[in-house]
């Protein structure tokens, strides 16, 4: 049994993450081997990047192919029984983290497993408190949580699936910008009834984006959520393990709750931007942004 740990990277520094990989996997004799696929990061990053083409597999990309088109190019890649993918800014928190792995594969030969993200315990500063907040209170659920609703818990950062797995699901490429291929891949993975098991083997998030640069991305995330389910044909089923989405049908058509974002908006945004990262006023401002984008859209 062989794995592949399968890093994307895009404007990121990653010499920390691949070197405390690199010492973990050179103790599994020969059970694991890293590559690293480069998608077109400016020169700056990729030539403090591209040392580690001395030890791992490092292939920088001609253009910029997009989150979910990068991961499924891993499979060109590799010959390993499975796939480890973790996100470019994330960190190793355990020295047992590959065996950890490597004892549950040949243990259990899952199809899919989760080993989930964890964010710091202390409190960042305030340009970075809102991304923290939510990632440590709503994305960073407990292995005990996560176990209960295993098939609706589903991430990119630190999954495992196996080679036959992913060349029967893999991410849907027409989704190119920031946000929610992974809940359209779990999606898939629940359609094509594969069970998507939990583990307890958490890499943290080492690079909090600015409150700024979270709402940007959380607005963009959410034109990619409107698409997932307009690609899904708008079923139910993703309907369900969405929450955003259920309180959208009920709520896009209210006139009040429109009027009342438009009201709002620029001094909710402002409030969440400059670092008071309340849980219910992000919520309002994405479920007034996704009925705001639709109507917009048309």
């Known amino acids: 049994m062989t794995l592949t740990v399968c890093i994307p990277v895009y404007n990121q520094d990653i010499t920390g993450l691949v070197y405390s990989l690199i010492k973990q996997t050179k103790l599994t004799n020969g059970f694991a081997n890293i590559v690293v696929l480069d998608d077109h990061s400016e020169t700056a990053f990729h030539q403090k990047n591209s040392v580690l083409s001395k030890e ?5 990309l001609d253009s910029n192919i997009g989150r979910s088109k990068i991961r499924n190019k891993f499979l060109e890649y590799t010959d390993a029984d499975y796939l480890l993918f973790i996100d470019c800014d994330s960190s190793i928190i355990d020295d047992s983290y590959i065996p950890c792995y490597q ?3 040949e243990q259990h030969h899952p199809s899919v497993v989760v080993g989930s993200s964890v964010y710091q315990n202390e409190p960042p500063a305030r340009l970075y408190s809102l991304r923290w907040t939510y990632g440590s ?6 292995y005990e949580k996560r176990r209960r609703k295993s098939n609706t818990t589903f991430k990119t950062n630190n999954f495992i699936i196996s080679k036959e797995c992913f060349h029967k699901v893999s991410f849907n490429e027409e989704l190119r910008g920031y946000g929610h291929e992974d809940t359209l891949f779990g999606y898939e993975l629940n359609k094509n009834n594969i ?5 307890n083997n958490p890499v943290l998030n080492g ?3 600015t ?7 959380t607005e963009e995330g959410l034109s990619n959520l409107l698409k997932a389910w307009r690609i899904t044909s708008f079923d139910s089923q993703l309907l369900e393990n969405v929450k955003i989405l259920k309180y959208y049908t009920k709520y ?3 006139i009040f709750l429109k009027g009342l974002y438009l ?5 909710s945004r402002y409030l969440l931007s400059a670092g008071w990262s309340s849980i219910v006023l992000f919520n309002f401002y994405k479920l007034g942004y996704l009925i705001q984008l639709n109507s917009t859209k048309g």
Do not use: A, G
């Open 56 to 60: 791992v597999t490092y292939i920088r």
């Open 103 to 105: 004892q549950y594969l």
């Open 137 to 142: 209170k709503v994305e960073s659920e407990s």
């Open 195 to 199: 069970e998507i098991k939990q583990l």
């Open 207 to 209: 690079e909090l984006d």
């Open 211 to 217: 409150n700024e640069e979270f709402l940007l991305k």
């Open 252 to 254: 896009k058509d209210s």
């Open 263 to 267: 009201l709002i908006r620029r001094p």
